[in-house]
Structure formats: C-alpha cells, structure tokens
C-alpha cells in the first residue's frame, strides 16, 4: 500500500468524526458490543472532555484531533492537542521546557497526544484493523511533520502502550520510562485468597486497616450503569473539587463533566462512595476496560482511618476479582500503594525535539533515566508483600 495515497487532516472537534468511525479506530474490540480494551480514546469520553469545556479555549488543552484518511475512509486518528503548559499530563517535562527557554528558545505550545489528565496506559495510535502498520507510521510521520512546519518545539505521545513505544523509536521518536503501581488477578477466588499469597506482617495489616475502615459509622456503596444518579455526582463533584484545589491548584474536569459523565459514560464507570449519617462524606471514581479497572479521582469532606486505602485500592480489589478484570492501575504516583498488594509496573512514552542540539541532549538524559526506572522497579519488587519463594513464615 502507498502511503502516499494516505490523507493527513487536523480537526478542531470530535463533531467533524462520527462515533462509529472514530470508535472503529479507536475500539475495534468492541464492535460486537463488549467493552473496549479502556473507555479513555472513546468517542464518547473524548467528546465528553470537549462538550464540557474541560478541554478547548482558555484549558491550556486545545484539541487538534490527528487523523489519516485512505479513499475517504478513516483509518487512523489520535487524540492530538496543542498544549500551552505542562499540567495535566502526569509525565514531567517542565525542567525540560526552563532549560530550553533558558536557552532563548519556545517551548511552547507543543503538541502531545495524549488522554487529558489521564494517567492510565492505552493505545495512543489508533488504527482501524488491517492498517496497523501503515497507520501508525501515517499518524507519527504527520505529527511530526506538522510540529517541524509550525516550527513548534516538540510532539510528546504519553501513557502509550510498549508495542506502539517500539514500532515508533524505529521511526525515530525518543522513548521515556516511568513507572505506577498495579495490581495483578492471579486468578484468585476472592480478596482472602489474595491475602494468602501476602506475608504474614502485610495480611495482618491490611486485615486490620480493612476493619477500622469499615467502622467508619456508615455504608459503602458501589454504583454503576443505571445505579447512578446526578446526586451522586453532586456529592462527588465536592470531593473532587477539594482533591483538585490541594494536588492541582484548581480541577482539571469542570462540573458539566460529570453531568456527561452520567448521560454518556455511566456503564463505563464504579463510583464507590461512602454514606454516613444520610450524607455522602468520601468517594472514589473508577473506569471499568475489558480487562481492567482504572483508579481515577477520590476525595473526601470527612477523615475517617484508611477509608482512602479502603475505597480507592481495596474495593477496586474486590470489584476487580468479582468481573475477572486481570488487573487495577492505581494511577500515577504512591509507593504507599505497594504495601497493599500494587507493584511497579513499567510505563511508556514517547518524545519528539526540533532543536538537534537539544534533542541529544534530551536522548542523553532518558539513556540515564530508563536505567534508573528499571532499577527502581527491580527493588520495588524485591520489597513488595508478597510471600518469597522458599521462605516459610510463622502465623
């Protein structure tokens, strides 16, 4: 096939593409009607960050939607935005951007494709089947070929998947390391069977943090599909606001999201929130893939011990072994998730510099880094909690 024949558009909106089309790039596995491998490169969701105003004018996020036609046919999209600012994106560039502009070069805007404000991996490249190759390569040559013709300083792909790091450091992107947390369904039974692959020390813990969250006064709930209803996300929105103003200054996601969120996404979603006194008082957001349940956003208006580590790592445990989901990702950040079962797990991204000079100088540093990460993750590992093999331990 002639890439050449290939048709390279930038679109301002998700409107421009209709669902079905984007979603055959996007989510092909779910063209029979099962969930895709993560709702985050939806048409649905995507669309949901753009309608709300959580991306768009004045974010700092303005869509720039990167797709590749052949005979009229979309065969290859990714969500692309032009960026005036580093936030949101959980892989740090910002010593990056004072060293070149120290420099007296621009750092931004810059283009990164990317989910906004979200830290969890999946394909970045999507490409209709049958064109997995010549679509992804279509896709990284326009990128970078638009950034090189606006003289714009550099492309970032984040959270991508290790196959689509691979195939694009052999069309010559730079590759960046980091790590998260995980848990890992070992095919277990149910949260006890879990505990009996720990240590002794680690399951006695997490057996008495369990308690003193669950005594708390009240009632955990865990709400889905059409168990969901606006005041939930009305006590959530106040959660989140507060989690958002502490961590980031101000929330990324406006209100309005979540009223989308309940109109277009709520079978994509777990909202376990906490009850106490016929008040909601903590919650925390989940997004359910095929395979995986995805920790987003929690918060909280009262303190209560380990409710956090209940509602956030162990429920998801629980809903995790209940739907033969294979693992939790945690989100980014938090060696306090490796205590409670979640170990150090390998993420990707890819980078793209105009500045030659600059670029070498960048290539040297992630050289040194992914070594770093790696190490790191090996000794992580090495103080996990889970039993050691040959070791017998005393109850």
């Given at each position: 096939?002639?890439?050449?024949?290939?048709?390279?558009?930038?679109?301002?909106?998700?409107?421009?593409?209709?669902?079905?089309?984007?979603d055959?790039?996007?989510?092909?596995?779910?063209?029979?009607?099962?969930?895709?491998?993560?709702?985050?490169?939806?048409?649905?969701?995507?669309?949901?960050?753009?309608?709300?105003?959580?991306?768009?004018?004045?974010?700092?996020?303005?869509?720039?939607?990167?797709?590749?036609?052949?005979?009229?046919?979309?065969?290859?999209?990714?969500?692309?935005?032009?960026?005036?600012?580093?936030?949101?994106?959980?892989?740090?560039?910002?010593?990056?951007?004072?060293?070149?502009?120290?420099a007296?070069?621009?750092?931004?805007?810059?283009l990164?494709?990317?989910?906004?404000?979200?830290?969890?991996?999946?394909?970045?490249?999507?490409?209709?089947?049958?064109?997995?190759?010549?679509?992804?390569?279509?896709?990284?040559?326009?990128?970078?070929?638009?950034?090189?013709?606006?003289?714009?300083?550099?492309?970032?792909?984040?959270?991508?998947?290790?196959?689509?790091?691979?195939?694009?450091?052999?069309?010559?992107?730079?590759?960046?390391?980091?790590?998260?947390?995980?848990?890992?369904?070992?095919?277990?039974?149910?949260?006890?069977?879990?505990?009996?692959?720990?240590?002794?020390?680690?399951?006695?813990?997490?057996?008495?943090?369990?308690?003193?969250?669950?005594?708390?006064?009240?009632?955990?709930?865990?709400?889905?599909?059409?168990?969901?209803?606006?005041e939930?996300?009305?006590?959530?929105?106040?959660?989140?606001?507060?989690?958002?103003?502490?961590?980031?200054?101000?929330?990324?996601l406006?209100?309005?999201?979540?009223?989308?969120?309940?109109?277009?996404?709520?079978?994509?979603?777990?909202?376990?929130?906490?009850?106490?006194?016929?008040?909601?008082?903590?919650?925390?957001?989940?997004f359910i893939?095929?395979?995986?349940?995805?920790?987003?956003?929690?918060?909280?208006?009262?303190?209560?011990?380990?409710?956090?580590?209940?509602l956030?790592y162990y429920?998801?445990?629980?809903?995790?072994i209940?739907?033969?989901?294979?693992?939790?990702?945690?989100?980014?950040?938090?060696?306090?998730?490796?205590?409670?079962?979640?170990?150090?797990?390998?993420?990707?991204?890819?980078?793209?510099?105009?500045?030659?000079?600059?670029?070498?100088a960048?290539?040297?540093?992630?050289?040194?880094?992914?070594?770093a990460?790696?190490?790191?993750?090996?000794?992580?590992t090495?103080?996990?909690p889970?039993?050691?093999?040959?070791?017998?331990?005393?109850?």
């Amino acid at each position: 096939m002639d890439q050449a024949q290939i048709e390279i558009q930038v679109l301002p909106s998700l409107s421009q593409i209709t669902a079905a089309d984007w979603d055959a790039c996007a989510c092909p596995e779910a063209a029979t009607g099962g969930r895709p491998d993560d709702p985050f490169t939806t048409h649905r969701f995507l669309k949901a960050l753009e309608d709300s105003g959580s991306v768009g004018r004045g974010t700092g996020w303005q869509p720039q939607y990167l797709t590749a036609y052949l005979d009229d046919m979309l065969i290859a999209a990714a969500p692309m935005y032009a960026k005036s600012h580093s936030q949101g994106e959980y892989i740090f560039d910002h010593s990056w951007a004072h060293a070149y502009e120290r420099a007296g070069g621009r750092y931004y805007p810059k283009l990164q494709i990317a989910v906004p404000f979200t830290p969890a991996t999946g394909r970045r490249f999507l490409v209709r089947p049958g064109y997995d190759g010549i679509g992804q390569s279509a896709l990284v040559q326009g990128a970078v070929q638009l950034a090189a013709d606006n003289r714009i300083s550099s492309l970032h792909v984040t959270f991508c998947t290790g196959e689509e790091a691979e195939a694009s450091v052999a069309m010559g992107l730079m590759a960046r390391s980091s790590q998260q947390f995980h848990w890992l369904n070992d095919g277990y039974a149910d949260f006890d069977a879990f505990l009996a692959g720990l240590s002794s020390r680690k399951r006695k813990n997490i057996r008495k943090e369990r308690q003193q969250a669950n005594a708390f006064g009240g009632t955990i709930h865990e709400l889905t599909g059409d168990a969901l209803r606006p005041e939930h996300w009305e006590a959530f929105w106040q959660f989140y606001q507060d989690t958002g103003a502490r961590k980031w200054g101000s929330p990324y996601l406006t209100r309005a999201f979540f009223d989308l969120a309940q109109e277009r996404l709520r079978d994509d979603i777990v909202l376990v929130l906490a009850e106490r006194d016929g008040r909601w008082i903590a919650g925390a957001l989940n997004f359910i893939g095929r395979e995986t349940l995805f920790g987003r956003y929690w918060g909280a208006c009262e303190h209560h011990p380990f409710l956090h580590f209940e509602l956030c790592y162990y429920r998801a445990i629980d809903y995790a072994i209940a739907h033969g989901l294979k693992r939790v990702e945690a989100g980014a950040q938090g060696e306090h998730k490796l205590a409670r079962g979640y170990l150090p797990s390998q993420t990707h991204s890819l980078h793209w510099i105009g500045d030659p000079g600059f670029a070498e100088a960048v290539a040297e540093f992630l050289q040194a880094e992914r070594t770093a990460v790696s190490e790191e993750i090996e000794i992580l590992t090495e103080y996990g909690p889970f039993k050691k093999v040959n070791v017998e331990e005393k109850e």
